[in-house]
T-cell receptor, first 118, second 113 residues
Framework: GAVVSQHPSWVICKSGTSVKIECRSLDFQATTMFWYRQFPKQSLMLMATSNEGSKATYEQGVEKDKFLINHASLTLSTLTVTSAHPEDSSFYIC??????????????FGNGTRLTVT | AQSVTQLDSQVPVFEEAPVELRCNYSSSVSVYLFWYVQYPNQGLQLLLKYLSGSTLVKGINGFEAEFNKSQTSFHLRKPSVHISDTAEYFCAVSGDAGNMLTFGGGTRLMVKP
């Protein structure tokens, strides 16, 4: 089955530093990937849609300068949390759809990255 | 616009008992419906999906769900749960070819011995 690999799974960083999270589709190509954020005991909130070869589309309220997204290839999207602060601590999850253009094709999710900013 | 409501934030149940996790949605267009499971500190795993056809959908781990268009529901059921089914369950809806998913708030299933 389709596999999405997310790295790192857990990261602790100091306030003011930047953290990069990678999302890879291992056995399929994904022209579009999605980045979600999940607070404890809450649902997933879509942050942005990452498009290969073009700019990401951010949801309302998400700071594009703080959450930099790069989708450089058909199998890799990265999310960089710049100048991280404790309020950025959260669980970040990426996902990709195996077959773009086929309506209803399910998303495959990475295992998430738990970011803790001290 | 679409929305998904999971009426129960937590569902405690004893092992080997049946369970139903409720999901209602609203959408102005035809929808595709999904149930995902999330174990602690992990991503989401697809349990089952409804795209079209038979309204009763069977998924992995013995779960099934029934699409009811008139009641705009897609409840998840399992006739006999195991301790290992303890997890967070998310209902989601997609209504267009833009591939976006809208998630419900999640239901924590707690299976007790």
């Amino acid at each position: 089955g389709a596999v999405v690999s997310q790295h790192p799974s857990w990261v602790i960083c100091k306030s003011g530093t930047s953290v990069k999270i990678e999302c890879r589709s291992l056995d399929f190509q994904a022209t579009t990937m999605f980045w979600y954020r999940q607070f404890p005991k809450q649902s997933l909130m879509l942050m942005a849609t990452s498009n290969e070869g073009s700019k990401a589309t951010y949801e309302q309220g998400v700071e594009k300068d703080k959450f930099l997204i790069n989708h450089a290839s058909l199998t890799l999207s990265t999310l960089t949390v710049t100048s991280a602060h404790p309020e950025d601590s959260s669980f970040y999850i990426c996902s990709a759809r195996e077959s773009i253009g086929i309506r209803g094709s399910p998303l495959h999710f990475g295992n998430g990255t738990r970011l803790t900013v001290t | 616009a679409q929305s998904v409501t999971q009426l129960d934030s937590q569902v405690p149940v004893f092992e080997e008992a049946p369970v139903e996790l409720r999901c209602n949605y609203s959408s102005s267009v035809s929808v595709y419906l999904f149930w995902y499971v999330q174990y602690p500190n992990q991503g989401l795993q697809l349990l089952l999906k409804y795209l079209s056809g038979s309204t009763l959908v069977k998924g992995i781990n013995g779960f099934e769900a029934e699409f009811n268009k008139s009641q705009t529901s897609f409840h998840l059921r399992k006739p006999s749960v195991h301790i290992s089914d303890t997890a967070e369950y998310f209902c989601a809806v997609s209504g267009d070819a833009g591939n976006m998913l809208t998630f419900g708030g999640g239901t924590r299933l707690m299976v007790k011995p």
